[in-house]
């Protein structure tokens, strides 16, 4: 099994900034690509950003100049740096990770449970 654990939600102002961390543990062997969704009350589940093994990136057209992904290959983690936050970014953020847990396995995607961020005056 993999487990992710999601932190650094919670309540900013808007104009603030967040960093939300995720780590990956468990039966991994490789990981390939990591991100961020979220989804908002009554809204479907959106992709924020992700991001490759090898750095590349792609965001959200409504998180871009605003939002930075990172990751740490050697600690299985992925960060999301959350800056200029806005009320419409308040959301559920959810981890995923696209990894093998063997080398003769195909790739298969986890998911965290989830961090809440609220962005309110």
């Known amino acids: 099994q993999v487990q992710l654990l999601e932190s650094g939600g919670g309540l900013v102002q808007p104009g603030g900034s967040l960093r939300l961390s995720c780590a990956a543990s468990?039966?991994?062997?490789?990981?390939?690509?990591m991100g961020w969704y979220r989804q908002a009350p009554g809204k479907e589940r959106d992709l924020v950003a992700r991001?490759?093994?090898?750095?590349?990136?792609d965001y959200a057209d409504s998180v871009k100049g605003r939002f930075a992904i990172s990751r740490d290959n050697a600690k299985n983690t992925v960060y999301l740096q959350m800056n200029s936050l806005r009320p419409d970014d308040t959301a559920v953020y959810y981890c995923?990770?696209?990894?093998?847990?063997?080398?003769?396995?195909?790739?298969?995607?986890?998911w965290g449970r989830g961090t809440q961020v609220t962005v309110s005056s």
């Open positions: 468990g039966s991994i062997f490789s990981m390939d690509l």
């Open positions: 991001i490759t093994r090898s750095s590349g990136t």
């Open positions: 995923y990770a696209v990894l093998r847990q063997a080398y003769y396995s195909g790739l298969t995607t986890w």
